[in-house]
Every structure is written in structure tokens, then in C-alpha cells.
């Protein structure tokens, strides 16, 4: 079935169809094209959203970035800002695949169209011309024929006129004989046009025509091929970046899945216990006896304070702060050896400032290290360069290097201290404490307390406990810290650890982050069955303590 077979007389309808075909492909482009700038403004209003709400600054020194809740969230914008690549991917794929190809051959399918038309449109005007000679051949014929016929006439009615003379019916009778003579002529050549005619029409619809339908049925057939093709491609484009915009859901919902209320609670505590005792009983001050009281181990002894009885000022002011919990307070001076800061928050920031600078007395080691290597080959090879122009660096270093220790035995002697005085300074608040709570556990499993028993009983090891000083393991964790793993992180690809000093890890994997990259690409990890090594930092999604 074919068009010059069965539709060898519809060109107009063919001219119609073929150009609906090609307008219905510049149709499809500009709906694409239009699905494009709508995926392109998505994922810009997604990259807008992910930068108002991502910090501008680096959030690992922000208290709030401790919190697992908000490095969900954090981890939810970053994953928003993958999808919104995706949907930019999307759009490039549809723009080249679809609208710049589609236009391009949609361009060429119209020349190809333009050409055939032209093509028919020459054989319909030679058909044309050849019909129009076979007209004229024809009339030529017919009007010399009455034009012999007449002479005809006129030659018999003269002769058989007894007026007319002789010349006269020999002329006329020539005159018959030529229109006779005439009429033969365009006889044959009417007969030649007409043979003619019937080969140029037979040519036109049997062989002529039929070639043009089908060089334009095959040209229309490619057409709707490539718009099937195009059809594929919107959906397939679609379906490329799905396992992608997976792995985005698919690292939302793990977001959600690691927060932790109540590591967020230890956190809280972490951040913000002081390690101040809780204010003690106010005592009873009796100004109706003048003579002097001598201070009793019940509530209304004198306090602590001046020799008269009465409260030390300054005692009353160490206390207001504490006993008043939501007053407001006054902002304390900054000292350098954080002083002005809760026991346990010095101990943690002098902590904090240890380990940076021990960070950065590494870097300066390394740095000097790699500065006497270069030395080294300087001077075993002049014209690679001068060794005496790496001496100001390396004095520099240096310099950085006895800087950095001796502030590491500053902050070191500032935190022994403040260990010192929190051991010094237990609370007697958290026996009294305990007792409480065992009284109130009392209460509730007895429902009653008998008249006269005691407040609370414990035994001499739970007794011998309380007195044990609440920090006295904060040495051993100490030196277990500088050890432990500073973060953790998951292999986004699989390596193959084959070099020395390197590490194989499997996609998805979650190894422990013991160092982190110092700027060569590398990074030193820990497998939860063991084994420590160095695998590419590019193959890792890192998230630090």
C-alpha cells in the first residue's frame, strides 16, 4: 500500500497532510521547549530556597550544628539542592535531544517537501502543455476541414454553373484540392499531438506522480518515526534521572531516620551544663539575741560569712546569679582563659582550643617537613633552586611551631587547673540530692512515709559512691578522645585499596573518619571489622562529630 498507488489523485490532500505532519512536529518542540523553561525556573526557585536556608558561614564552630535535628535539616536542604540538579538535568536533555534535534530535521523535512511539490508541480505543467498543444492540433484540424469541405462546395456549384468560365472552376477546384491538402495535414499532425498527449498523461500518472507520493510518503514516514523517537525521549529523559532523584528521597528520609531526641538532650547538656552546685539552704539569721551565736550544723545556724553573723556581701552576690535562674544577667567580661565561663563549659572550650591548636602545630610540622625535603633536593640539585631562599620560610615555621606549643602548655595548665578545682570543688548538693530522689522513690512505692523514719537509707557502698568525685575519669576519656574518630562517612562508590597505605571499601558502606583530608585527595578511615587505611576523599559523604 503506497500513496502513488492508491492516492494518485490527491495532491492536494498529500500537500494538506504533509504539512499538517511538519506543523504538528513544530508543535510538539514548542510544548517541549515550554516544559523545558518550566523545569529551569523549578529548579532555580529549588536553588534560591536551598541558599536562603543553607549557613553562609561554616556552621562546624556554631553551637546548633551539634544538634542531630538540624544536620537533618542541613543534610534535607543538600539533598533538595541535588534534586533541583536533577530537574536541570532534565531540562538540558529535553532542549538538546528533543527541541534542537526536532528543529533541525524539522528544517530539512521542509526543503525535502518543497522540492518533490516542485518536482510535481513541473510534470503537471509539462502535462499541461502537452494537453494545450493537442487542444490547438485539434481546433487546426477541425477548422481546416470545414474550410475544405466549403472549398469542396464551392468547386462542384461552379462547376455546374454554365456562366462561369473555365479558369474559374480550375481555380476553385485548386483551391479544394489545397484546403483538402491542408486538412490532411493537421489530420496527422492532430493524430501526432494526440499520441503524444496519452504518452506524456500515461508517463505523469503511471510513473511520474506515483514516484513524487511515494518520495513524500517515505519523507512523512521518517518524520513520524522521529517523533515517536521524540515522544520516547520525554519520557525517557524523565526516567534516566529517577534512581538519582531516588537516592535524594532515599538520603531525606535517612536524614529523618538519624535524628535523635535524646542524643539531642546529652547534647543540650554537653553544651551548656555548668557544673555549678545547686544554692544551699538559705540559714536562719536570729537578730533577737545580742549576744553572739555560735553557727549549728541545723538550718538556723549562722552562716558562712562575717565575724558578727551576718551574710558576706560578696557571698550574697556569688549566689544571686545561681538561686535566680531566669534573671537577667549582666554580660560577662571575655578573659583569655575562659574564667568567666561555668566550670564545665572552660573545660570543654580550653579542650576545644587544645585539639585546634594541635591541628594547627601538625600543619606547621608537616609544613616544615616538606620545606627541608625541598632543601634537601635544592641542595643536592643547584639548578632545580637556591637553598638559602627556603632559610626565611623555614625560620618562620619554626617560630609558628614554639608559638603554638607553648600556647598547648598555656591552655594545658589552664584546663589542669580547672580540673583541680572541679574536683576540689564537689558538691555536697548532690548527696542531699540523692537523698531526695530516694525519698521521693519511697514515697511513690510506698504511697505513705511513717512518722519518725528516716529520710532516705543507703548502704555503705552506695554511700561510698557518692563520695567518689564526679570528674575522676575525665583524664582517661581524655586520652581515649584523642584517639577516637572524629566523624563518620559513608562510601558513595566502591575502591579497590590495592596501593600501599590505601584501604578497599563497598558502595554504601559506613567506615569511621580518623583524618581528615589535608589537601592531597586522601583521607584516613576506619572499617567497623577493622583495618585503617586511605581511600579518596571525592568517594566519600563525610559528617564530622
Same mark, same amino acid.
Given at each position: ?9 490527491? #495532491? ?18 514548542? #510544548? ?5 523553561? *518550566? ?23 556554631? /553551637?546548633? &550544628? ?5 544536620? =537533618?535539616?542541613?543534610?534535607?536542604? $543538600? ?32 526543503? !525535502?517537501?518543497? &522540492?518533490?511539490?516542485? !518536482? ?21 484540424? +477541425? ?43 493537421? $489530420?496527422?499532425?492532430? =493524430?501526432?499531438?494526440?499520441?503524444? #498527449? ?43 534521572? %529517577?534512581?538519582?532523584?531516588? $537516592? ?20 543540650? *547538656? ?27 550544723? &541545723? ?65 606547621? *610540622? ?29 625560620? +618562620? ?24 578545682? %572541679?574536683?576540689?570543688?564537689? /558538691? ?25 523514719? /528516716? ?13 567518689? /568525685? ?32 590505601? *584501604?578497599? %571499601? ?7 573518619? %580518623? +583524618? ?11 572499617? &567497623? ?17
Amino acid at each position: 500500500m503506497d500513496w502513488g498507488t492508491e492516492l494518485w489523485d490527491q #495532491f492536494d490532500d498529500v500537500e494538506r497532510h504533509t504539512q499538517w505532519g511538519l506543523d504538528l512536529m513544530e508543535k510538539y518542540v514548542k #510544548f517541549v521547549k515550554e516544559r523545558t523553561e *518550566i523545569e529551569q525556573a523549578y529548579a532555580k526557585q529549588l536553588r534560591n530556597l536551598v541558599k536562603k536556608y543553607l549557613p553562609k558561614r561554616n556552621t562546624r564552630e556554631d /553551637p546548633e &550544628s551539634k544538634f542531630c535535628q538540624y544536620q =537533618a535539616f542541613l543534610q534535607v536542604v $543538600k539533598e533538595l539542592n541535588d534534586f533541583a540538579g536533577q530537574r536541570e538535568v532534565v531540562a538540558e536533555n529535553l532542549m538538546t535531544r528533543i527541541c534542537v534535534e526536532l528543529s533541525k530535521h524539522a528544517q530539512e523535512l521542509k526543503q !525535502e517537501r518543497k &522540492s518533490h511539490f516542485q !518536482e510535481g508541480r513541473r510534470a503537471q505543467q509539462q502535462l499541461e502543455n502537452s494537453f494545450k498543444q493537442l487542444e490547438n492540433s485539434k481546433r487546426k484540424f +477541425e477548422r481546416d476541414c470545414r474550410e475544405a469541405e466549403k472549398a469542396m462546395l464551392v468547386a462542384e456549384k461552379l462547376d455546374q454553373d454554365l456562366n462561369a468560365t473555365k479558369a474559374d472552376v480550375e481555380k476553385a477546384k485548386q483551391q479544394a484540392n489545397l484546403r483538402s491538402h491542408m486538412a490532411e495535414e493537421s $489530420k496527422n499532425e492532430y =493524430a501526432s499531438f494526440l499520441q503524444k #498527449f496519452n504518452r506524456d498523461q500515461s508517463q505523469f500518472y503511471f510513473l511520474e506522480m506515483p514516484q513524487i507520493f511515494n518520495k513524500l510518503q517515505e519523507m512523512d514516514e521518517r518524520r513520524t518515526v522521529r517523533l515517536k523517537e521524540g515522544y520516547g525521549i520525554f519520557s525517557e529523559t524523565e526516567r534516566q534521572v %529517577m534512581p538519582i532523584i531516588g $537516592k535524594c528521597l532515599d538520603g531525606m528520609k535517612a536524614a529523618a531516620d538519624s535524628v535523635n531526641e535524646k542524643n539531642d538532650s546529652q547534647v543540650l *547538656i554537653e553544651l551548656h551544663k555548668s557544673g555549678f552546685e545547686r544554692p544551699g539552704d538559705v540559714d536562719f539569721e536570729d537578730f533577737s539575741q545580742p549576744i553572739n551565736r555560735t553557727s549549728s550544723d &541545723s538550718s538556723l545556724g549562722t552562716p558562712r560569712g562575717t565575724l558578727d553573723g551576718r551574710l558576706d556581701p560578696r557571698l550574697l552576690g556569688k549566689n544571686k546569679g545561681k538561686r535566680w535562674l531566669f534573671s537577667k544577667k549582666n554580660k560577662p567580661v571575655i578573659t583569655e582563659d575562659f574564667s568567666h565561663l561555668p566550670p564545665e563549659q572552660r573545660r570543654k572550650k580550653l579542650q576545644q582550643k587544645i585539639e585546634e591548636r594541635n591541628r594547627e602545630l601538625q600543619k606547621e *610540622i608537616d609544613q616544615r617537613d616538606a620545606l627541608n625535603k625541598m632543601k634537601d633536593v635544592y641542595q643536592k640539585t643547584p639548578q632545580m633552586g637556591d637553598p638559602a631562599s627556603l632559610e626565611p620560610k623555614i625560620s +618562620e615555621t619554626l617560630s609558628n611551631i614554639e608559638k603554638l606549643r607553648l600556647e598547648i602548655q598555656k591552655y594545658e595548665s589552664w584546663l589542669a587547673e580547672a580540673e583541680r578545682r %572541679m574536683l576540689s570543688n564537689r /558538691p555536697e548538693n548532690t548527696l542531699r540530692y540523692s537523698c531526695h530522689l530516694d525519698h521521693t522513690t519511697t514515697l511513690n512505692n510506698n504511697g505513705s512515709h511513717e512518722k519518725g523514719s /528516716p529520710d532516705a537509707t543507703h548502704s555503705d557502698d552506695s554511700q561510698d559512691a557518692l563520695n567518689q /568525685p564526679i570528674y575522676t575519669e575525665f583524664d582517661e576519656d581524655f586520652e581515649e578522645d584523642l584517639a577516637s574518630p572524629i566523624g563518620t562517612c559513608v562510601a558513595m562508590y566502591q575502591f579497590e585499596g590495592s596501593s600501599e597505605g590505601t *584501604i578497599s %571499601m563497598t558502595e554504601g558502606e559506613e567506615l569511621s573518619l %580518623m +583524618e581528615e583530608d589535608k589537601g592531597d585527595g586522601w583521607t584516613r578511615v576506619r572499617r &567497623s571489622k577493622g583495618g585503617e587505611g586511605y581511600v579518596p576523599t571525592s568517594y566519600l559523604r563525610v559528617t564530622l562529630n
